[in-house]
């Protein structure tokens, strides 16, 4: 399968192979190409592909470029999935007779030239971006260890992101001005528990008390 994401400003398209045990786990792709585009009126075309067969590595020895002939093989011959909604790039895709597909990605592992297609229970929102859970626990322990905080509290901010499904609210509590008291819900520590001796209400009527005092 083909992903295509814009990052910053930057067209990409990620060949990560099979579809089957895609979703939830990075991938790495055979080479990041870096599409540029040119515009006519309304529609787009292939101006110029290169493909990074070396993506980690910033120098351009391992970098191909790729005919638009080429790129349009490529996209015809596997499933394209767009990962950012966007309306020309699908009617370009649909132009070609390419049948577009969507899905949603990791923001922080495209950057890093990986793919992890994530669902909701998998992904959460940081800073307008989408995190998976991976890149969302590295950000945590990176936090950590950033304010010298002790790791052990990474195992409770990791419960907190489970009940919250929000990383921005549970880097929060890291934070000097956090209140807890306007906070109730979040905390650096687990609570200890405490056992509840509750008194059950007793009804009058059981209690053998003298007629006067009742
Ligand atoms: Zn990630």
Not at 195 to 205: A, L
Request: include cysteine.
């Amino acid at each position: 399968m083909l992903v295509l994401k814009k990052v910053k400003k930057q067209w990409r398209l990620y060949p990560i192979g099979s579809p089957k045990g895609a979703l939830n786990h990075k991938r790495e792709p055979e080479f990041v190409g870096n599409i540029k585009f040119s515009q006519e009126g309304d529609s787009l075309s292939i101006a110029r592909f290169v493909a990074d067969y070396n993506f980690k590595d910033n120098s351009t020895l391992n970098e191909k470029l790729v005919p638009p002939g080429e790129v349009t093989k490529l996209l015809r011959s596997q499933a394209v999935f767009l990962a950012t909604p966007d309306e020309k790039v699908e009617k370009f895709l649909k132009s070609l007779n390419i049948k577009v597909r969507k899905t949603r990605v990791c923001d922080y592992c495209a950057y890093e030239g990986n793919i992890t297609i994530v669902n909701s229970s998998y992904s959460y929102k940081y800073h307008n971006q989408l995190i998976c859970k991976d890149c969302a626990h590295d950000t945590i322990k990176h936090e950590l260890k950033l304010q010298g905080f002790d790791k052990k509290i990474f195992r409770n901010l990791k419960k907190t992101l489970e009940k919250t499904d929000d990383l921005e609210k549970t880097l929060s509590v890291l934070d000097p001005h956090f209140d807890p008291l306007k906070n109730r819900k979040l905390t650096l520590f687990d609570k200890t528990r405490k056992s509840k001796h509750i008194i059950p209400p007793v009804d009058m009527k059981r209690l053998k008390i003298p007629r006067e005092f009742k």
